[in-house]
């Protein structure tokens, strides 16, 4: 397969990447906000992890989207930054399994499909690691690519990201005020009490 094409199928599966992360941690917001749960420190952590993750790949959008060419190490530099956030993101999910391993522990939060949401940010962060492995595997950089998309998209996922990560700074605002730390087990929100 052509080179140009496999950069081609990164640049679009990019765009994926960022979308699904920011619909997952959406969901996570569903949880907090229609569930009425409180996320812990580790659950922000991961929050932020998964936003860290996918910096990268909506870095090549931009990239892309504005200079319309994308060259030599975009992809590298993009896909390397998910490595080092996942492998950070997994970290703090297997802590927080760890610490609700114990038979009785019921976890922290309610299970969303049989597991709790630091599972399913680990299960996150390996499917993150694997499509960054693949495409650090077979992106050759020495062939530049014109993306072919409709500009739009990228601008409408950008934006979907960029509110997602708004949306956390404020959550996180609002869940500890004007307090140094978070509480280990919150039960409000600090800055309205």
């Known amino acids: 397969m052509n080179s140009s094409w496999i950069r081609h199928i990164s640049y679009v599966t990019g765009h994926l990447t960022v979308l699904v992360v920011s619909c997952v941690i959406l969901g996570a917001f569903s949880v907090q906000f229609i569930g009425k749960e409180f996320p812990c420190p580790l659950c922000y952590l991961q929050r932020m992890a998964m936003i860290l993750a996918v910096l990268g790949p909506a870095r090549m959008i931009a990239i892309g989207h504005r200079k319309k060419h994308l060259g030599p190490y975009t992809f590298t530099t ?17 802590r927080q399994i760890l610490l609700h391993i114990q038979p009785g522990d019921v976890g922290y939060g309610s299970p969303v499909f ?30 530049p690519i014109i993306p072919v998309h409709p500009p739009i998209l990228s601008r409408l996922i950008l934006y979907l990201f960029i509110l997602v ?6 959550a996180v605002f609002f869940q ?15 800055l309205l009490q």
Do not use: C, K
Not at 78 to 94: C, D, H, P, Q
Not at 127 to 134: K, V
Not at 165 to 170: C, F, G, K, P
């Open 78 to 94: 993009a896909f390397g930054m998910t490595v080092v956030a996942s492998i950070l993101g997994a970290a703090i999910s297997i």
């Open 114 to 143: 049989g597991m709790h949401l630091y599972t399913w940010a680990l299960l996150v962060f390996v499917a993150l690691l694997l499509d960054a492995g693949l495409h650090l595997t077979f992106i050759r950089e020495d062939v």
């Open 165 to 170: 990560i708004l949306a956390n700074a404020v």
């Open 176 to 190: 500890t005020g004007f307090h140094a730390f978070m509480l280990d087990n919150p039960t409000s929100y600090r």
